[in-house]
């Protein structure tokens, strides 16, 4: 798994590559827990995605948990269709809020 | 660097002291083969090099874990520093460390890298000193330093650093050795741990029971622990109450939530006989508790054996399949999410539920262990696996019908990379 965190105008954009699955997940969380840190609107890159386990999930739900108790925007964009899938049986479309491109998703933090 | 240091050669040396070395070196060798203390088999070894290179005082300096800093763990003749601690790059014992190479320091004074600290510490004069790395291959251990020689002329030469290299470099695989058996033990010990807490999540598991009773279950961990779980029990008025849970994640945190969440079902769940409603108590004592994003998918429900009606709840489960009496398979989709997330995420915290007839049909809830199990040629198992592995097992009993899935599952060393569990719910009317 490969990351990129870029700052936007209105948020921060953390990208993820690659198989997101039990021997990444604990840098993935790392990564997505610092950029909540941030206090801004964290949008999460998720179109380079070809794998997601559930450890992946938890390091997204925990991110998201974080965010919300700060009271910041925390958004998955792009999703690929193998993790779409995979948050859509499990019905954590319901959780997150998806936008189905990065700058549907800036436009919105902004 | 100012001093006089001298990389060790092939000093010629009468066969008297060889004699004695080797004599040393094998002695040493045997009270570390015998010692179950490696402290004071260190402390005994420093006092005998000390005398044997005739020094006035030694010490011998451990790296600790960090590789930053060197801790004093035994001292001989007039050095008593025992306990000290030097930052790992000080003095000329810091040195010797870094470089892993054996320092001969005749005059101190002359050394811009010698700490006067500990003299001043100790009220000894260190005028010359003889260090040599404790180190095996590139595994840095730490060294062992001898100050002041006593005779002669007082000055440490080659031979004296050949000698002490040589028991150095026993020493240091003592110290080596009595890690790795240090970490064994410890190993051993957790792994009794993990197998008792294993067996006290099998014993979480409900008990087979004989035919014709309508449910099966059947879990195999991936590791020694499973972060899966299923449960059945018999309410007073003939229904059956039953679950299969997955937890994110694995290993002794997704094994612990298992637990949590599988006793709530169970003590719950014999007093409230809604799953929906039931799911929805359970995601808020969970949501109380839970850290790190863990959650739990879960299927729920109550099976009436009397009259083949199933009521059903899903949370953010792998879909269950109802087989049909005529061969088609049906899959539930969750309609609400996994629990351990948040409370509020549907109505009135009341997951929705699914009624129907099992109607001569049977009911299969599994782990995605199952679909995303590796087979023999390296492919993965995928629900259409399932379906025709189920489908051309249908004469058998529930019981051999699940074992054939599971079966069909490769659980090699490491070819099982998640928790393989499976139940099935049979109408038998």
Excluded: W
């Excluded at chain 1, 105008?9 to 198989?19: K, L, N, Y």
């Excluded at chain 2, 240091?5 to 066969?15: I, Q, R």
């Amino acid at each position: 798994m490969e990351h990129n965190i870029r700052e936007e105008a209105s948020a921060v954009v953390v990208a993820f590559e690659g198989d997101v699955d039990l021997e990444s997940s604990r840098r993935a969380r790392e990564v997505l827990l610092e950029c909540v840190g941030r206090k801004r609107a964290v949008l999460v890159d998720l179109s380079q995605v070809t794998y997601i386990d559930s450890s992946g999930v938890a390091a997204l739900v925990e991110s998201f948990q974080s965010a919300r108790k700060g009271g910041t925007t925390f958004a998955l964009v792009a999703v690929s269709d193998a993790t779409l899938k995979v948050l859509q049986l499990a019905r954590l479309d319901k959780v997150f809020t998806i936008f189905a491109s990065v700058d549907d998703g800036l436009a919105e933090a902004g | 660097m100012t001093g006089e240091t001298t990389t060790p050669s092939l000093a010629a040396d009468g066969g008297e002291s060889i004699a004695a070395h080797l004599e040393l070196l094998a002695d040493m060798g045997r009270d570390f083969a015998a010692s179950l203390d490696i402290d004071a088999t260190l402390a005994r070894a420093l006092e005998r090099i000390t005398a044997h290179l005739d020094g006035e005082g030694g010490a011998l300096f451990l790296l600790d874990e960090t590789g930053e800093t060197l801790r004093c763990e035994a001292s001989s003749g007039i050095s008593e520093i025992t306990g000290l601690t030097l930052n790992s790059g000080t003095g000329i014992v810091g040195r010797c460390v870094q470089g892993n190479v054996g320092e001969m320091v005749r005059d101190v004074a002359k050394d811009s890298d010698f700490f006067s600290g500990v003299d001043a510490e100790t009220g000894v004069t260190t005028r010359s000193i003889l260090c040599a790395p404790m180190s095996v291959k590139d595994e840095r251990i730490g060294a062992i330093e001898i100050i002041n020689k006593r005779g002669g002329d007082g000055l440490f030469d080659a031979a004296d650093l050949n000698v002490l290299q040589s028991l150095s470099t026993s020493a240091a695989l003592a110290v080596l050795n009595a890690r790795m058996a240090a970490a064994l033990v410890e190993q051993e010990r957790i792994k009794r741990e993990l197998e008792l807490a294993a067996e006290i999540q099998r014993s979480l598991l409900p008990p087979a029971q004989p035919a014709p009773f309508p449910i099966q279950g059947i879990n195999h961990p991936a590791r020694t622990v499973s972060g899966d779980f299923y449960d059945f029990f018999t309410l007073a008025d003939g229904r059956v109450c039953f679950n299969l849970g997955d937890v994110s994640g694995k290993g002794m945190n997704a094994a612990l939530l298992m637990a949590k969440t599988a006793s709530l079902f169970r003590c719950l769940g014999k007093t409230l006989h809604d799953p929906g409603r039931l799911l929805g108590l359970i995601n808020a004592e969970i949501c109380e508790t839970v850290t790190r994003g863990m959650f739990v998918t879960m299927a729920a429900g109550i099976f009436d054996p009397a009259t083949g009606r199933m009521r059903l709840a899903n949370a953010g489960h792998e879909p269950p399949l109802h087989h049909t009496r005529d061969g088609a398979f049906k899959a539930l989709e969750a309609e609400a999410p996994p629990l351990g997330i948040s409370t509020g995420l549907v109505a009135d915290d009341v997951y929705p539920e699914t009624e129907f007839d099992l109607d001569g049909g049977t009911l299969y809830i599994f782990t995605d262990g199952v679909t995303e199990g590796y087979l023999e040629d390296g492919s993965t198992f995928e629900v259409e696996g399932l379906k025709a592995t189920l489908a051309q097992n249908g004469a058998l009993t529930l019981s051999d019908r699940l074992e054939a899935v599971v079966g069909r599952v490769k659980r090699g060393e490491d070819a099982l990379r998640d928790d393989l569990t499976i139940l099935g719910v049979e109408d038998v009317r």
